[in-house]
């Protein structure tokens, strides 16, 4: 196919323009780093909003000179398909976030393979635009696009998909412990878990890091029931990240060798 020459010059948004610049948390240092605030929480979707909102803004202003061609209906449909996955994920959040503020348990078991099938979906239509930047843009402005794309795929996923782990971790708690025992495990939780802001700065006192999560394991030996249905909780969580699940899965062997 042959491309177009785009004589409009593009404006390529540096790294600094995007709000979200780090890939999450494991759920646990995510709950001592939002520590139950819920203004908090709410302020996550209206910046990963934002965030995807100014990769959709630019490759439409990427895409814009080469509709000349007749060739726009697929990229067009493609940024259809990440604005509509972006505002149906963010309404499962929002259900998802109004319940973990009300304490209302019910009817959530869908929300989560929803949430993920909106993720995957949003994920297919940035391959799609992809895609078709390598058919039908110059060099330079596919690898403006290609830029923009790599920040959603290696930044924003990740992000994303650890804070809906998050989410669905404290709505297990509510559903499945008392008041006194989220007190309870929040408060450890607050008590041996560092307040690290990024997984990167977790990384850096990594000796720090796993002292903590050995101290706050031995702290839920002396709580056994609250232990059991803490792991159960965190070993149901889909959206966890490969550290975290190599951890638990530590947690699980110990507690086995222990019986």
Same mark, same amino acid.
């Given at each position: 196919? &042959?491309?177009?020459?785009?004589?409009?010059? @593009? =404006? =390529?948004? *540096?790294? %600094? /323009?995007?709000?979200? &610049?780090h890939q999450g948390l494991p759920a646990i240092l995510f709950i001592r780093n939002f520590n139950r605030s819920m203004d908090k929480h709410y302020a996550v979707l209206s910046t990963v909003e934002k965030d995807i909102m100014l990769i959709y803004d630019h490759a439409l202003h990427v895409f814009a000179?080469?509709? *000349?061609?007749?060739?726009n209906e697929q990229w067009e449909l493609a940024l259809?398909?990440?604005k509509a996955? $972006?505002? #149906?994920? $963010?309404? =499962? $959040?929002? *259900?998802? $976030?109004?319940?973990? /503020? #009300?304490?209302?348990? %019910?009817? @959530? %078991?869908g929300l989560w393979e929803a949430l993920d099938s909106r993720i995957i979906k949003m994920s297919k239509a940035f391959k799609k635009l992809y895609n078709e930047g390598k058919d039908q843009l110059s060099d330079k402005d596919q690898m403006k696009l290609s830029g923009d794309i790599s920040h959603f795929d290696t930044i924003l996923l990740p992000y994303i998909t650890s804070f809906i782990?998050?989410?669905?971790?404290?709505? =297990?708690?509510?559903?499945r412990c008392s008041d006194f025992e989220s007190d309870q495990l929040y408060k450890l939780i607050d008590t041996f878990v560092p307040d690290f802001n990024t997984q990167k700065e977790a990384d850096r006192h990594t000796s720090e890091y796993f002292r903590a999560m050995e101290n706050f394991k031995n702290a839920l030996n002396n709580e056994e029931r609250l232990q059991a249905t803490f792991l159960d909780i965190m070993s149901q969580n889909s959206f966890i990240l490969p550290e975290e699940k190599e951890m638990l899965h530590r947690w699980n062997e110990d507690q086995k060798s222990e019986l």
């Open positions: 196919m &042959q491309k177009a020459a785009a004589n409009k010059k @593009h =404006l =390529l948004p *540096s790294v %600094s /323009d995007f709000k979200i &610049q000179p080469y509709t *000349s061609d007749g060739n259809y398909d990440i996955a $972006l505002k #149906s994920m $963010l309404e =499962l $959040l929002r *259900s998802a $976030l109004d319940k973990i /503020d #009300s304490k209302n348990t %019910s009817d @959530h %078991s782990g998050m989410c669905k971790v404290e709505l =297990l708690l509510v559903e």
